[in-house]
């Protein structure tokens, strides 16, 4: 890598570097302890000291110098001295690898070596070489987007590095890698940072200790670049336990945008299905590149500054020059070329850019190549006007390719305008001219023709509302109405020198125009423009109609919300006094509803929308909610409304910029910003008198959410002193209401119509007025030099932040909902959501299944709803937090309690019935553990399906015919039967007092996987003994209860006297009583009965009353369980991948790995 010549003094660096080839002129030096395989001390001394001290050595083991022999140089050194016929070096190469630094070493021998002895002065030898090495970086700077910067061999090595370090499976894409630090305290680890696409993963192994950190991208809640007290920049991320500090990259700025990039496609690929299409390259996201995010982020730029549809896809940058008639010169600027436009943006920001679809153009032509025009093309469009482009580098190959795409827009205009008879698209004729006071828009041929019926049909508004009401006689008409007449003849004058279609050049003067306020009679068709809705409406002919067929008569709750909204849009205006305004406004809601039913309704849209209805005619109103809500304002209404929360978000950190003295005062935001979401929405149309609202909306359209942005600062700026001095936060909000409210528009020839929404009115205490035009001004001299690149990455960053604003928001509303019904800690229940909800992202990063993933987190379901886990999730996260593990059983046992959990059978569990169950095992009382564990062994839970139900045990639990009398240690003996009896007695009077569905009673084969679970249980229990003998005793007893039970039911069908007989002494008492007696009385008669397994059945009363006899299994039970230990050992083995069907583990003590969340 060449650099920019700097000046080295290699008195003390001759310690740390060795000279491996030398000229007259340069020098070629190795970084002590790289590449010596002798030096091991010396590497890793060097390596420390590199990792501490010196980033640029520390990157770059390898450089070459420049020496030029005989020059002087006097340097002081820290004892005073001064040295003489010292020679100066300049550092003009560095490099990663000995390959890299011979072949910069080799251009120097071919190319400079030999010519640099003709020149007699040291001086210009110095200034030949600095001159040639910029070059060379110049050159190498302009070509870099378009070569690959990584080397395969290299990039396939670091891959190998990636798999065999943190051990992910094939899905896990690495997308690019970086050699830097990270800093753990005030100490630096000189380490590999590898980006993949789920995953930010650092490895370094520094002086013989090993650090792994893995750290999912959608834990990222903060992505900054920000100082520490030893480095000026670094790259900080932030999650919920921990912030991470990485530092010295040879490329900063190009690591923080991929981190950012990343971050940015998983959180909203993750959490934000509600409203994010990723783009079709983009629908896998192992196909994720590094060159496809650099695309990625130019296509994104692009569609923000141009506010073109999201689904435009760039394909050509260039830089070229535009000839500005207006200038009587060439520009400098770059063209962009997507699927549907040609667009122009100067160099020079607002000089002049040109938005130019592609349905607009007649012909591309090449001109002949002069020296005063290279690479010339022309652009003609309908309205008989061209532009010309120059300085076109591959200038054949971008005709070609915008050839086709005319060719493309020109054939699938006939499918996409059905109702539009064949003619000649690339005449002039096939379209007709939208006379829009002086401005002749291109549009539909069908519109005018079709008017007639469309009025007929449906009654559609062929004309704005402000046309159809007009204003009723108000004071000063005469004078407003001559400032109209003048800013119409400056327009008009402005159309003739700039253009008057969607073509038009726009400049710094069309902006100061648009502040001064459209013309009434303009303001429409000039909203139609900028917002090039009018493009839209002339693709799309009849579209609007048939939605309007298609949506009237429709019930759903998006028209039942209109319906209500209604009557309280504007209801201050003449327009929507009228079932004509009502009516409109009830059309274009209602289709766009139907055209767009992921956004349907949402408040705010229809004070929007009746204020395009006041200005356009009802179809061109439509095609301006269309653009608003898609492409100018992108997911602002919906469900959550993100993209308003982003802005707002956005808005406090320019509030802190520019104007930090109210930020201080206002040490809390947060009010400012609730204030604020209205701004947003409604763009002001709801806190202000309509005809000065108005003026800003005619900013928006032209600029943008940038105009809304400055606006907004500008209020406060012009409030700041009275905000400061505030009392509170009401008193803050009435500040700015009443300020909002006084902000008037005396050249508008509107009739003053009051603001309805304001939060407080004042009418003692004076408010002076403040002219809209000159709050605009303000707005554009003080707040305007923000970019939209720079507003663009100020989204990205607040993005992440709001999205994980809401899933925190998710988890404490869960956690709400589910801490009153169990026992867990609130702080450990927080832990086994956070288990929870990563098990589902886990399945998430590598599965590909979009419909799977949409089904499993829908952010609009109720809080308790939103994540939801499968069948293996669910093993998964039993096996590592259940305290009921059976060994190889524990997987049959976690499959059983999903199938019992899994109520509506969709094969998906929530998280409350999920800790629920977590709550019964470390938690519940005895009984309802066991109760727990009968349910894990009867249906739904055990089915004939089940893996390990089918396989019978080879030899009997135990004999049958065991009799009921235990034998104690001491000798002595005790019967149970007595005591038995009064506990079933017990349970039974229990169970009839409480209104509980009785659970069904359990047959011999589910009897057997119940045993055999309890077994399993107590494995390696340090009771272990002393349980299996207490099982055998219960066990032995239920099984001939259940033997009794089928032998009685043997009795009552065949009429036996024999087992009447013996049945009669317990003739008044309960059916377990019986039991009980023919039990004790009959055990070789018990043996002898055959086994039949479809009457042979015991019920849970039956086995909690014999197994609290035994006082092992009862402790056993009842011993207290602590959960944090799972949860600790959870956090750390979560991560068990999966690779070629082998389960691989990340191991690592707690130093050297860590999974952040």
């Not at 009237?552 to 009228?578: K, V, W, Y």
């Not at 309704?601 to 439509?622: G, P, R």
């Not at 960053?797 to 998710?810: A, D, F, G, N």
């Not at 998964?876 to 190889?888: A, D, E, F, Q, R």
Request: with cysteine; hydrophobic share 40%; glycine share 4%.
């Amino acid at each position: 890598m060449w650099l920019k010549p700097e000046e080295v003094l290699l008195k003390n660096a001759l310690k740390l570097w060795v000279t491996q080839k030398s000229s007259g002129y340069f020098v070629l030096q190795r970084r002590r302890g790289h590449g010596d395989s002798g030096g091991r001390f010396t590497g890793r001394l060097v390596g420390a000291l590199d990792a501490v001290l010196d980033s640029n050595a520390r990157v770059a083991p390898f450089r070459i110098l420049l020496q030029v022999p005989g020059s002087p140089i006097y340097s002081a050194i820290a004892c005073g001295e001064l040295l003489n016929g010292s020679e100066v070096y300049w550092a003009i190469a560095i490099g990663a690898t000995e390959e890299e630094i011979n072949h910069h070493w080799e251009w120097l021998e071919q190319n400079l070596l030999h010519t640099l002895p003709v020149f007699d002065n040291k001086e210009d030898i110095v200034s030949f070489v600095k001159g040639k090495i910029k070059a060379l970086i110049a050159e190498e700077t302009s070509s870099k987007l378009a070569e690959q910067e990584e080397d395969p061999e290299k990039f396939r090595e670091a891959l190998v590095k990636f798999e065999t370090r943190f051990n992910f499976p094939e899905a896990e894409k690495l997308i690019t890698y970086y050699s830097c630090c990270c800093w753990k305290g005030k100490v630096p680890r000189q380490g590999w940072l590898y980006l993949s696409i789920n995953h930010l993963c650092f490895y370094s192994f520094f002086l013989g200790k090993e650090l792994k950190l893995i750290i999912p991208w959608v834990d990222v809640q903060k992505l900054e670049r920000a100082p520490n007290i030893f480095v000026t920049d670094i790259i900080r991320i932030t999650t919920q336990s921990k912030e991470r500090d990485f530092s010295m990259f040879l490329n900063i700025d190009e690591a923080f945008k991929i981190m950012e990039q990343l971050a940015d496609v998983t959180l909203r690929r993750l959490l934000d299905n509600e409203t994010f299409e990723l783009d079709p390259g983009l629908q896998n996201p192992t196909q994720i590149t590094k060159r496809d995010l650099e695309s990625r982020a130019q296509n994104e730029y692009f569609r923000a500054f141009f506010r073109l549809p999201k689904k435009e896809k760039l394909h050509e940058v260039m830089d070229c020059s535009l000839w500005t008639p207006f200038s009587r010169c060439h520009t400098v600027g770059r063209m962009y070329a997507s699927d549907s436009y040609i667009c122009f943006a100067s160099k020079e920001d607002g000089c002049c850019n040109v938005l130019i679809p592609l349905v607009e153009v007649v012909t591309i032509e090449k001109m002949e190549d002069t020296s005063l025009l290279p690479n010339p093309i022309i652009i003609s469009i309908k309205s008989k006007t061209a532009f010309q482009f120059i300085e076109l580098k591959d200038r054949e190959t971008l005709v070609e390719n915008l050839l086709l795409r005319l060719k493309q827009v020109k054939t699938n205009k006939p499918a996409i305008h059905n109702n539009v008879k064949n003619k000649d698209m690339n005449s002039h004729s096939s379209s007709t001219d939208y006379e829009f006071g002086n401005l002749g828009i291109v549009a539909s041929p069908s519109n005018d023709k079709h008017e007639n019926d469309i009025n007929n049909r449906h009654l559609l508004n062929a004309e704005a509302l402000s046309s159809t009401f007009p204003p009723p006689g108000i004071d000063g008409l005469d004078f407003r109405m001559s400032r109209e007449q003048i800013k119409e003849s400056l327009w008009n004058d402005h159309f003739t020198e700039y253009g008057r279609t969607v073509c038009m050049f726009r400049t710094e003067k069309i902006r100061k125009l648009v502040a001064m306020g459209i013309p009434e009679s303009l303001r429409g068709k000039l909203w139609l423009l900028f917002s090039d809705a009018v493009t839209d409406l002339y693709s799309h002919p009849g579209y609007y109609e048939k939605l309007v067929e298609v949506s009237m008569g429709m019930c759903c709750i998006a028209t039942e919300e209109i319906e209500r909204d209604l009557h309280r849009s504007l209801p201050e205006h003449p327009a929507f006094q009228n079932e004509t305004g009502i009516a409109a406004l009830r059309r274009v809601l209602t289709a766009y509803a139907c055209r767009n039913p992921k956004i349907g309704y949402c408040q705010s849209m229809n004070i929007l929308t009746s204020v395009l209805l006041l200005y356009a005619k009802e179809e061109e109103a439509f095609w301006l909610l269309v653009a608003v809500c898609e492409r100018m304002l992108p997911d602002y209404f919906n469900h959550r409304v993100i993209g308003a929360q982003v802005d707002q978000s956005v808005f406090e950190e320019l509030i802190k910029e520019r104007l930090p003295e109210l930020a201080e005062h206002m040490k809390d935001l947060s009010t400012l910003a609730s204030v604020s979401l209205s701004w947003f929405l409604t763009l002001f149309l709801s806190i202000m008198p309509l005809e000065s609202a108005v003026n800003v909306v005619d900013c928006f359209f032209f600029d943008g959410i940038k105009a809304i942005f400055q606006f907004g600062l500008a209020i406060l700026e012009a409030n700041a002193v009275e905000l400061c001095n505030s009392k509170d936060d009401g008193h803050a909000l009435m500040i700015l209401s009443r300020f909002l409210d006084h902000v008037k528009n005396e050249e508008s020839p509107l009739p003053l119509i009051g603001n309805q929404h304001a939060f407080f009115s004042d009418d003692l205490e004076l408010c002076p007025i403040t002219e809209i035009a000159d709050l605009i001004r303000d707005s554009y001299e003080k707040f305007g030099d923000h970019s939209v690149e720079q507003i663009e990455h100020m989204r990205y960053k607040h993005r992440i932040r709001v999205l994980q604003s809401h899933e925190e928001t998710t988890k404490q509303n869960v956690l709400r909902v589910v801490i009153p019904d169990v026992s867990i800690a609130p702080e450990d229940l927080e832990e086994v959501y956070d288990l929870f909800k990563k098990e589902h992202l886990m399945s998430c990063y590598w599965e590909w299944n979009r419909a799977v993933v949409i089904q499993r987190h829908d952010p609009s379901r109720p809080y308790a709803e939103q994540y939801r886990i499968d069948s293996q999730q669910f093993t998964n996260l039993y096996k590592l937090v259940s305290p009921w593990t059976c060994g190889k059983h524990t997987e049959v046992l976690a499959e059983r309690t999903f199938r019992l959990l899994d109520e509506n059978m969709d094969h998906l569990i929530e998280f409350k019935g999920f800790a629920g169950c977590l709550d019964i095992m470390y938690n519940g009382e005895m009984n309802e553990k066991i109760k727990l564990l009968y349910k894990l062994h009867i249906p739904p839970a055990l089915t004939e399906n089940d893996k390990d139900s089918q396989s019978p045990l080879k030899t009997p639990l135990l004999s049958t015919s065991r009799p009921l009398v235990i034998a104690k240690s001491k000798g002595d003996t005790i019967d149970y039967q007595k005591q038995l009896k009064q506990m079933l007695m017990d349970l039974t009077k229990e169970k009839d007092a409480k209104t509980e569905k009785e659970l069904p009673k359990m047959s011999q084969r589910e009897f057997i996987q119940f045993c055999k679970t309890l077994y399993s249980m107590f494995h390696e229990d340090p009771e272990e003994n002393e349980l299996y003998q207490a099982i055998a005793t219960v066990t032995t007893l239920l099984l001939q209860i259940g033997e009794v039970g089928q032998r009685s039911s043997s009795s009552s069908t065949t009429g036996s006297d024999e087992f009447a007989e013996d049945l009669q002494p317990a003739a008044s008492t309960s059916d377990q009583d019986a039991v009980f007696t023919d039990t004790a009385k009959s055990p070789k008669s018990a043996q002898s009965l055959p086994i039949t397994e479809g009457n042979w059945i015991v019920s849970f009363e039956q086995i909690l009353a014999s197994l609290l006899t035994e006082q092992a299994l009862v402790n056993f039970f009842e011993k207290s369980l602590e959960l944090k230990p799972k949860l600790e050992n959870a956090k750390m083995t979560q991560y068990n991948f999966k690779t070629n069907g082998a389960s691989h583990q990340i191991r690592g003590d707690s130093e050297n790995l860590s999974v952040h969340s």
